[in-house]
């Protein structure tokens, strides 16, 4: 239970209204802000209003997912308002405030350092990232049914990246029958391969493979589908990104070649908000019940 705490969800998209509705389950005091379309929803919740007393109380505050903008800005789906996060704002919490976000750009980063908050990156855990993985899983399949006219079942498919999305995402398509390569730079990564039974591509030297399949699946948050990769796609080609913006793909060039490219990031807030909501807010009371009781050791 988080009773007596205090927590400011800011913004965001479908995960956001599970994560406030999980913290109402704990007893935390809640203040939303950015939800204007939808406070019939949150009675258990609070507007948050910037100027008031209410920020001296926050013990935490939750950003979207994609953190801010390059100039504070943050976004949200369920209002037309600007909301900015700002060091003057920030300054007027508790010292000990805590700010969750999913992932954060360098005004973000260098905000928290200016004002001395502790900055989770959420997407950064291997915990949230592997329960991530399986939405991600399931949308990814779904992006594939809907933008091709052949099956999954017998297509050759190229996997680049065996971060903890690659591996869960290799495991299955191999799984459902697809002929399933995955790309990796190290040769831990390559033995992690074979043991799985795949083949291998060294993505050192992408330019000297062969690239050519039905299906391309990019997980790696650079560009690496170049036109040297793209050139080498068939026609019928489907390219999926799941890669942070600006994702890991020459989109210009595959427009170009007349290949489909899809720039998927955030899947799990598209295709299971509920799970994904309910994953971040686990996490993050885990990560506050550590601290609290840590401070109660410490005294």
């Known amino acids: 239970m988080l009773t007596g705490y205090h927590v400011a969800v800011i913004g965001g998209d479908a995960r956001q209204i599970e994560i406030i509705r999980k913290l109402n389950e704990w007893n935390a005091t809640v203040y939303t802000a950015g939800f204007d379309q939808l406070n019939e929803s949150f009675t258990e919740a609070t507007d948050l209003e910037f100027d008031s007393n209410q920020v001296e109380k926050l013990d935490a505050i939750i950003l979207p997912i994609p953190?801010?903008?390059?100039?504070?800005?943050?976004?949200?789906?369920?209002?037309?308002?600007?909301?900015?996060?700002?060091?003057?704002?920030?300054?007027?919490?508790?010292?000990?405030?805590?700010?969750?976000?999913?992932?954060?750009?360098?005004?973000?980063?260098?905000?928290?350092?200016?004002?001395?908050?502790?900055?989770?990156?959420?997407?950064?855990?291997?915990?949230?990232?592997?329960?991530?993985?399986?939405p991600t899983v399931e949308g990814t399949i779904m992006l594939i049914i809907q933008h091709t006219d052949y099956t999954i079942h017998g297509s050759t498919m190229i996997i680049l990246g065996l971060g903890r999305v690659g591996m869960s995402l290799a495991r299955i398509f191999d799984h459902i029958g697809a002929d399933v390569s995955v790309g990796v730079r190290s040769s831990k990564a390559a033995a992690r391969v074979h043991e799985m039974g795949l083949k291998t591509i060294d993505m050192n030297k992408l330019d000297q493979e062969n690239m050519e399949c039905d299906i391309l699946i990019n997980t790696v948050p650079h560009l690496v589908v170049d036109h040297h990769v793209i050139k080498q796609l068939p026609s019928h080609a489907l390219i999926v990104d799941l890669a942070s913006k600006p994702g890991g793909t020459d989109f210009d060039f595959a427009e170009k070649r007349g290949i489909k490219a899809l720039l998927a990031p955030g899947l799990p807030g598209i295709v299971a908000p509920k799970t994904a909501g309910r994953i971040i807010a686990d996490v993050m009371c885990r990560i506050v019940k550590e601290k609290v009781r840590k401070e109660n050791a410490d005294e």
């Open 67 to 134: 953190g801010t903008d390059d100039s504070g800005l943050i976004d949200g789906i369920f209002s037309n308002r600007v909301i900015q996060l700002s060091e003057e704002w920030l300054k007027k919490t508790p010292e000990h405030c805590q700010v969750f976000t999913g992932i954060a750009n360098s005004y973000l980063k260098e905000l928290m350092v200016k004002v001395g908050r502790p900055l989770h990156l959420l997407m950064n855990r291997d915990d949230v990232a592997i329960y991530n993985s399986i």
